[in-house]
């Protein structure tokens, strides 16, 4: 790390200690998925925001930083590691960018403020029934109606899409030529008449994902993010950000940390801690060479002006040894995953956990983190296109 | 795909296998498995009197105390179709654990709980682990000391299945040697009502029921103490473990059918997803693991039956194999179904979460890989 460097971590520190509540530590440290609790990470946006560092990747014209590459690293990781809530990454993180990119000025003016103050909370609405990994089959229709566009259709697997108050969503307003040609980019307010909800129950027994319904919803066409029929190309870029914007290399040290945390209390066998048996800790220790590998490729990428395919080299080994830590940590926690422990998750329960303190989230992480090698392109997909695009098989 | 792993069947085995498969086929569907979860904590699930109607209770249970007189092949058979079906009433605990344990013991013990719960009106468990030492077979801290008029016990115990509603827990408890010492280890039963033994009770990841329970200063007779030889508790577990991984073996069967039948109905691409090489290939994967497990569970099935020197070692290597394949298994098949598997609605992930648990109990993957190198090469 440079002077500079230094300081600016030291910053980040000072901050952390004097606004990250014991409350909003106890919001991060009990998440089990990508979301924190809804309350703990919008008053930690607002924090941030009031810092001017909500969404630190945009241009500072908007309200961003011009922070380097490592800097971005170390504020990221000294939240993470820190135990800051997550907040609610899809306007900041996803539709920041494309509106930067690809919207008007108006629409820039009304929508980027109030992402990053966290006034508006966005979901994202392109999976459908019948399209997941074949997105581009969707079939939400939008028909234009003077002002409007009339859409009718479903989408599924929107995440916390009842907690937020717009979507942004793929509808088809053609069915010529590719199926990609005929698909727009609309952006909307939940409370749109005709515009409703049913929440899907998780494995884990909580909700985060919904099946979000459009019946006749009429939404203005001035809402339309890039040209009509253009919205395959507006959601591609955005799909970078969603596979290459992520630091997995954080989300492996917290995990390890964790995973090393449990092994080194719990016993695998006659006397033997789970960080003293050989087995395990050479499994440990071969995943934690992994990690190191997958921090370097982080930083390959981001010092590339094209990293095209190592952005799914990273979605696709990040996730995967997410998984495999993850696992690890479950292991060595043996018969504490049992205890069905979702009360103990609020972040004011006061009872005694069932286990170490750590049993609360762990079996949950464990589960939910199958989903990370499903969304945002499934395991299968990724290796489609690193087939296709980087060794030319076809 | 078919072809149970305990071999070939006689009659009567053949009845059992029949039977259960019927019930549960017509009976025990995965909205009724959901209301059995969601049933009230200390509340037996309904079924229970059912099970004990049909004699399933009284499987393994010698004869001469009014038992069926069955063996591993039929704790198998049982087991594998508890797996497939996801049941959730506490068969492992009251009459595998609890029950042969208790069946070990004095005339006068017998009495009071075999018939009872032969009879499905008494309800057991086992309680052997203890907090961070869950994985460690023979870890006993809690103490018996004897009495004037037979043992105090003192310590606890945790994650203790069935806990809830058990009406008796066998407990583990130390009456000499090191907390680590596979000797002088008492099997002990208590009641839940005794004095000085509370319980936190609660719902299980894979809805079942558990509890942490605390032995205060509890007073039992003499009569209570069942066994102190190592090979009870050793038989114990060990039956426990083959019976969860018979149970394994039908929940992976479950999931790789029901993966199968989903790839073939699931179009992507204009075309069914099992089109695809990338998950045929998984699924064949998937259909290996499920096999290896399975020649195991009949390997270890016919040794068990056998009184085989080399029961301890299979039962190792069934385990481990097990726990290697309900991985594959399950994570192929939440894979394979993609967003949907996610959901509670779907019963794969209930599959995944038993499998996980199973993984968890009866020790460790490396207690197993000790115990495996440590037992004589067949
Ligand atoms: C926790 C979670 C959160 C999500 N959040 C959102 C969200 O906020 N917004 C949103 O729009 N969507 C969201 N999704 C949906 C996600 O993007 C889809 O689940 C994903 O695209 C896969 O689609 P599917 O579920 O329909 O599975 P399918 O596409 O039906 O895939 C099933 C299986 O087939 C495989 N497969 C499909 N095609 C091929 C092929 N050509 N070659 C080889 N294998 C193939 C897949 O890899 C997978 O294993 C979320 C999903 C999850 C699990």
Known sequence: MTKD?????TEVRQFIAEYLSPELVRAGKNMTSVFADYDCALQWHKILDAKGWAAPAWPAEFGGTDWTQNQHQIFQRELKLGNAPALMALGIQMLGPILIKYGTEQQKQEYLPRIRSGEDIWCQGYS?????????????RAERDGDHYVVNGS???????????KIFCLVRTSTEGRPQAGISFLLADMDTPGISLSEIIGLDGTV???????????????????????????AKYLLEFERGGHNYSIDHQKLLAKARAIAGR?????????LDDAAFSDHLAALEIDAIALEFTEQRIKASDAPGSLTSVAKLAGTELSQKISALASDALGAHNAPLQRDALEVNYTDEVIGPDNAITTFAEYINMRAATIYGGSAEIQRNIIARAVLGLR | MESSSAGNFNDEQ????DSVAKYLTETYDFETRRAVANGDLLTPQPQWQQFADMGWLTLPFDERDGGFNGGPKELAIVFEAFGEHLVLEPYLETVVLAG?????????????????????????????????????????????????????????????????????????????GDVRSPQGIGLFAVERGAAGFTARDYVTVDGRRASEIILDQVDVGAEALISSARETLDQTLDLGCFAVCAEAVGAMQALLSATVEYCQQRRQFGQPIGSFQALQHRMVDMYIALELARSLLGATTDALA???????????????????????????????????????ELNVGHYFKRLALIEKQFGSAQFHLQRFKQQPII
Request: aromatic share 8%; glycine share 8%.
């Open chain 1, 266 to 274: 719990q016993y695998a066998h006659n006397g033997v801690c789970y």
């Open chain 1, 208 to 234: 985060e994902q919904c099946q979000v319904f459009f019946s006749d919803a009429r939404i203005p066409v001035a809402n339309l993010l890039g040209e009509e029929n253009q919205g395959w190309s507006v």
């Open chain 1, 155 to 165: 989408k599924i697997w929107t995440s916390f899409a009842h907690r937020a108050n």
């Open chain 1, 5 to 9: 460097e230094l300081t600016f971590q």
């Open chain 2, 100 to 176: 042969t344990t208790i069946a070990n013991g004095e005339e006068a013990l017998k009495k009071r709980y075999l018939d009872g719960i032969m009879a499905g009106d008494i309800h057991a468990a086992f309680g052997h682990g203890e907090a961070e030492h869950s994985a460690e077979r023979y870890y006993v801290a809690t103490s018996a000391v004897q009495s004037a008029d037979g043992w105090r016990l003192n310590g606890a115990k945790s994650v203790v299945a069935n806990g809830p509603l058990a009406d008796v827990v066998v407990v583990s408890a130390r009456i000499s």
């Open chain 2, 306 to 344: 056998n009184n085989s020197r080399h029961s301890e070692r299979l039962i190792s290597a069934l385990k481990y194999r097990v726990d290697q394949s309900a991985r594959a298994i399950s994570y192929g098949a939440l894979q394979l179904h993609g967003g949907i598997a996610m959901t509670d």
């Open chain 2, 14 to 17: 053949q009845m059992l296998a």
């Open chain 1, 128 to 140: 459908e029934p019948g399209a997941g990994s074949d997105l581009a089959s969707l079939a939400t």
